[in-house]
């Protein structure tokens, strides 16, 4: 399968300090997604980075590709409690092949 | 605009049975999506479309069933359904291909218990 791993699985960090998940997929991609999903909420769209890009910003989120080792990472500066959330990275490969991964449980404690 | 709606929000079926779970967008979105979450899995593809009268299988089709006769609805039909097809289902819309930078929008979700 495709389907992408996130790592860590769960990640509890204080307000202010910067979280880091990591996603790792199995073959070649168009591009790759981060979600956020709050409990029990659909998922929101947080940025794409396609294939041929290193690095994208918006806003306090940093993410990184590096199709030579098949991974990718999301990093949120200065967390706040309204970032606690599960998040997903999804990857599309050919044309319609949309994968998500498992997902990293990310708590901010106030 | 109501974006991405889904109903109902909670459903429980006996094995066997059979229902529609309904998805509409009202942002003129060619491209829609049925996606199921469980515990652990992350989201897997359903089915999804890319225009009216165009749909095709996901990862996962089997026990499944749409149809897009408009551009603003996607039902997601389970002809019999299975204790395996307990999960929470999502739906989804876009403007246009998933290779683009377009974003890709989701419905609050279906939880679904089959008994």
């Known amino acids: 399968s495709q389907q992408g791993e996130e790592d860590p699985q769960a990640l509890s960090i204080q307000e202010g300090e910067n979280a880091t998940m990591n996603c790792s997929y199995k073959?070649?991609?168009?591009?790759l997604q981060w979600y956020r999903q709050n409990s029990g909420r659909g998922l929101v769209h947080l940025i794409l980075?396609?294939?041929?890009?290193r690095e994208k910003h918006s806003g306090r989120l940093r993410v990184t590709l590096d199709t030579s080792k098949k991974s990718s990472s999301l990093l949120i500066t200065a967390s706040r409690a309204a970032d606690t959330a599960s998040y997903f990275c999804?990857?599309?490969?050919?044309?319609?092949?949309?994968?998500f991964g498992t997902g990293t449980r990310l708590t901010v404690i106030p | 605009n109501a974006g991405v709606t889904q109903t109902p929000k909670f459903q429980v079926l006996k094995t066997g049975q059979s229902m529609t779970l309904q998805c509409a967008q009202d942002?003129?979105?060619?491209?829609m999506s049925w996606y199921r979450q469980d515990p652990g899995m992350g989201l897997r593809l359903i089915h999804y479309?890319?225009?009216?009268?165009?749909?095709d299988q996901g990862e996962v089709p089997n026990g499944y069933n749409v149809s897009r006769s408009t551009t603003e609805d996607f039902p997601l039909r389970l002809l019999s359904a299975a204790p395996s097809q307990t999960s929470v289902y999502f739906c989804?819309?876009?403007?246009?291909?998933?290779?683009?930078?377009?974003?890709?929008?989701f419905g609050p979700g279906t939880r679904l218990t089959v008994l």
């Open positions: 989804a819309s876009s403007y246009s291909h998933w290779t683009s930078t377009d974003t890709q929008y």
């Open positions: 073959t070649s991609i168009n591009n």
């Open positions: 980075i396609r294939s041929n890009e």
């Open positions: 999804a990857t599309l490969s050919g044309a319609n092949n949309l994968f």
């Open positions: 942002m003129n979105h060619e491209y």
């Open positions: 479309s890319v225009g009216a009268g165009i749909t």
